[in-house]
């Protein structure tokens, strides 16, 4: 419990998956959390479960994200961009409206939450995590503004490490695989429809292309988060963690 006690989190994203997994874990080591996300029934059930306080808006609407910071207090030391969302599309055919929507949600609402946080974390120092993918390295064909946007991420998490490191911010993103979370059981879905097939023969087909032979838990996702968050990685920042159980090298393969 004393990994980071004393401590105030923000956690995008905290409804389901990865931020849900993320705002679970920081609270059960020590952290006051505060939730921030869509879904405002099981963003209500995640900060029950963790004894944080809930904030329900979008990371697109700054209003929304002015309230996220207010309910934070005095300071903030650590802040997990965990929104995001992901349309399949091919750079022929990719509209302008899913364009702008995955790079508003996954890059611009990153941005502006940090950019709303840092005035806070700069009291005392504090670390940022962002949640890139692997898609950022490895882009599938029908990924193009997902992968887009979680290469930008990753750039913009570097600037913020370089301009912000003399204030004792680090910043740093973790680019997950394939992580068995609401998103993904999406997609496979529609790969199933696609294809003919069922969702779980997708699952299947996906974890037979990954080293480790499965997908992760968000929980492992979320532990990543931790470290990167926690004063054992004091001398990390500007740094990439890929977790994604040696599943990079087939390039057909999104991962998320």
Same mark, same amino acid.
Request: with cysteine.
């Given at each position: 419990?004393s990994r ?7 956690? %995008? ?8 997994? %993320? ?23 995640a ?14 609407? +700054?209003?929304? *994200? ?14 997990? /961009? ?8 091919? !750079? ?7 364009? %702008?929507? %995955? ?24 670390? *940022?995590?962002?949640i ?8 599938? !064909? ?8 979680k ?29 068995r979370? +609401? ?11 696609? /294809? ?24 492992? *996702? ?27 090298? !087939?390039?057909? /393969?999104?991962? *998320?």
């Amino acid at each position: 419990m004393s990994r980071l006690a004393g401590k105030t989190a923000l956690v %995008t994203g905290a409804a389901t998956g990865i931020g849900r997994a %993320t705002a679970l874990l920081l609270a059960q080591s020590g952290a006051r959390v505060v939730l921030f996300g869509l879904g405002e029934d099981e963003l209500a059930r995640a900060a029950t479960e963790c004894g944080g306080q809930a904030i329900a808006g979008d990371v697109t609407r +700054p209003a929304d *994200i002015a309230s996220a910071i207010a309910a934070c207090g005095v300071w903030l030391d650590i802040v997990v /961009n965990a929104a995001g969302l992901i349309v399949p599309d091919q !750079p022929l055919s990719v509209s302008d409206e899913v364009w %702008t929507k %995955t790079l508003d949600v996954n890059l611009t609402g990153t941005m502006r939450v940090c950019r709303a946080a840092l005035p806070l974390l700069r009291q005392r120092g504090g670390a *940022i995590v962002n949640i890139a993918s692997v898609a950022a390295f490895n882009a599938s !064909p029908d990924s193009a503004s997902y992968a887009a946007s979680k290469a930008a991420v990753v750039a913009y998490t570097r600037s913020l490490a370089y301009a912000h490191g003399g204030d004792g911010i680090r910043a740093n993103a973790v680019a997950p695989g394939w992580v068995r979370t +609401p998103m993904s059981a999406a997609e496979m879905q529609l790969l199933a429809e696609t /294809n003919g097939t069922t969702a779980d023969a997708e699952f299947r087909g996906v974890e037979r292309r990954i080293a480790l032979g499965r997908m992760a838990e968000p929980a492992e *996702i979320a532990a990543c988060c931790l470290f990167l968050a926690s004063d054992e990685a004091s001398f990390v920042t500007g740094a990439v963690l890929v977790a994604d159980g040696g599943g990079r090298s !087939p390039t057909q /393969n999104r991962a *998320i």
